[in-house]
């Protein structure tokens, strides 16, 4: 038998950087977001290249029907506002509806969004060791609303795969808005 030996992990998540040689990172511009905001005419008159959020991912097994496995990632979202209406992700349902993920926040303010099937939606606040559990058939979308950058970390099912589809065609059923320096879910 060999001498077992003890290693540095090939994976670093330090305060809000996860580093390593297998860490991918997907950048989303304000020209990915199209539609997705209320405010069309401040949309347009925003530069498409606006980078909105950022996302570290550590895909242990490259296999979409991988049982068992977990992916891990960091989000960064920057600071900001579509007219009155807080820079946000995408948002998506999981393609295998049963699939649960956690979210926790490291750094920076925000509001998770979780809608489930029926429509009825909810908000947890987000900030700094805040811990949420997203159960299967919801759907979740985080808005940063403070003015620096709000960075919360994800861990999933490597089999849950992305359903943005259907926000993409009927939405959230209430938006995270500024009204008079407050965040209202409307
Ligand atoms: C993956 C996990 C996160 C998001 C990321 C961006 O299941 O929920 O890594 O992908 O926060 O959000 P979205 O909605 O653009 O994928
Ligand atoms: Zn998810």
């Keep these: 038998m060999e001498t077992p030996k ?3 992990p090939p994976l670093l998540f330090v305060r809000d950087l996860l580093l390593g040689k297998e860490v ?12 997705l ?14 980078l909105l959020y950022e996302v570290y991912s550590y895909i242990p097994v490259q296999d979409d029907a991988a049982n068992g496995a977990l992916n891990f990632g960091i989000t960064h979202i920057y600071p900001g506002k579509v007219g009155q209406e807080y820079f946000m992700t995408k948002g998506h349902f ?21 809608m489930d099937r029926k429509r009825n939606i909810r908000g947890e606040k987000m900030f700094p060791g ?41 939405g959230f059923s209430a938006r995270l808005m500024d009204v008079d320096g407050i965040p209202q879910l409307i």
Aim: charged share 25%; net charge negative; glycine share 8%.
């Design 24 to 35: 991918a990172k997907s950048s989303r511009k304000l020209s990915d977001l199209k539609n």
């Design 6 to 8: 003890i290693i540095v």
């Design 37 to 50: 905001f209320l405010d069309q005419k401040s949309y347009e008159a925003m530069d498409p290249e606006t």
């Design 94 to 114: 999981h393609a295998q509806d049963d699939r649960t993920e956690y979210y926790w926040g490291i750094e920076g303010e925000g509001v998770l969004i979780l």
């Design 130 to 170: 805040s811990l949420h559990y997203i159960p299967g058939g919801v759907a979740h979308r985080v808005a940063n609303t403070g003015n620096k950058v709000l960075s919360f970390a994800a861990c999933w099912p490597s089999d849950a795969g992305h359903d943005y589809e259907e926000i993409a065609r009927t």
